[in-house]
């Protein structure tokens, strides 16, 4: 089932998202989590680019939210920490998706968007 079908709410959305990054900022700089699968319901296409748009705001050196709308594929953040973690969050498709980044006690060095379809 698609992550979007699984969840319903932005509310839902916010709270999931926000578990991903507080386990992926608790875990030791030194490990390494496997990247994320790609949606398999993306098709694999060089004419075909994901639509999105994201802003964010940068709450303090270690915190920023950031809002995406994603119109069609999928897109996913990396962040990188002074201290040198880099939080990757899971694939998200078409919707809209609030999320807290969280560096602290490190500040936010980065943020990239990667993006499929």
């Known amino acids: ?27 030791p700089a030194t490990a390494t989590a496997a990247p994320a699968p790609a949606p398999a319901a993306i098709p694999a296409a060089d004419s075909i680019q994901a ?12 915190r920023a939210t950031v809002t ?8 996913r953040l990396r962040v990188r920490c002074s201290d040198g973690r880099v939080i990757v969050t899971p694939w998200w498709n078409p919707g809209t998706w609030y999320v807290v980044i ?8 980065g ?6 379809g």
């Open 1 to 27: 089932m698609a992550l979007k079908k699984r969840i319903c709410s932005i509310g839902r959305t916010a709270k999931i998202s926000l578990t991903a990054l507080a386990l992926a900022a608790v875990a």
């Open 102 to 109: 969280d560096c602290y006690p490190a500040e936010i060095t």
């Open 68 to 75: 995406c709308t994603v119109r069609s594929g999928a897109i």
């Open 111 to 116: 943020i990239w968007i990667d993006s499929l």
């Open 51 to 62: 639509s999105y748009n994201c802003s964010y705001t940068r709450v303090s050196d270690e």
